[in-house]
């Protein structure tokens, strides 16, 4: 999976999520997430160079039933940081 096809898969998540039920956030099927937040680990893996944004992405991929929009924010926006840099 490229880099573009990442990007393009959560902003469609992203156009899919829901508000949480208390009006504090958006949540985002935890499956769904999860499979997305699986192939960035992979892709930043296999293709990352910088140390600091590899353990970024890792640090946000965990325990995602806890703040999982937020975290996923913070990949798409790292996503897009190594794009726009590259």
Known sequence: ??????????????????PD?????????????????????IYIDENGENAFLNQKVQE?????????YQKFSTILGVLKGIKESA
């Not at 999976?1 to 829901?18: H, N, P, R, Y």
């Not at 946000?60 to 999982?68: E, F, I, R, T």
């Open 1 to 18: 999976m490229t880099l573009e096809q990442l990007i393009d898969e959560a902003e469609t998540l992203k156009s899919e999520a829901k």
């Open 21 to 41: 039920g208390f009006g504090i956030g958006l949540i985002i099927p935890l499956e769904d997430l999860e499979r997305w937040v699986t192939k960035c680990v």
């Open 60 to 68: 946000n991929a965990k325990d995602l039933a806890k703040h999982g």
